[in-house]
């Protein structure tokens, strides 16, 4: 595997939670430079032997946003 995606969505009680598409991991933070952190120590947790750990984390950062008619 040479990339992993992560789904960046805001938290309903502030901040951002990402989950891995296709693996098990997820994280949350308060702002999106934490976020990046915690994605990175939570891949590293997650595939401990480096030869089987994605080179490249995309986020996909996903933002709903509601407007008056």
Same mark, same amino acid.
């Given at each position: 595997? $040479?990339?992993?995606?992560?789904?960046?969505?805001?938290?309903?009680d502030?901040?951002? $939670?990402?989950?891995?598409?296709?693996?098990?991991?997820?994280?949350?933070?308060?702002?999106i430079?934490t976020? =990046?952190?915690?994605?990175?120590?939570?891949?590293?947790?997650?595939?401990?032997?480096?030869?089987?750990?994605? =080179?490249?984390?995309?986020?996909?950062?996903?933002?709903?946003?509601v407007?008056?008619?």
């Amino acid at each position: 595997m $040479t990339e992993i995606v992560f789904l960046v969505e805001n938290d309903l009680d502030g901040g951002y $939670t990402a989950r891995a598409l296709g693996e098990s991991i997820f994280t949350q933070a308060d702002d999106i430079e934490t976020l =990046k952190a915690m994605v990175r120590d939570a891949v590293r947790c997650h595939f401990p032997n480096e030869q089987n750990r994605p =080179k490249v984390i995309r986020l996909h950062i996903v933002r709903d946003e509601v407007i008056a008619s």
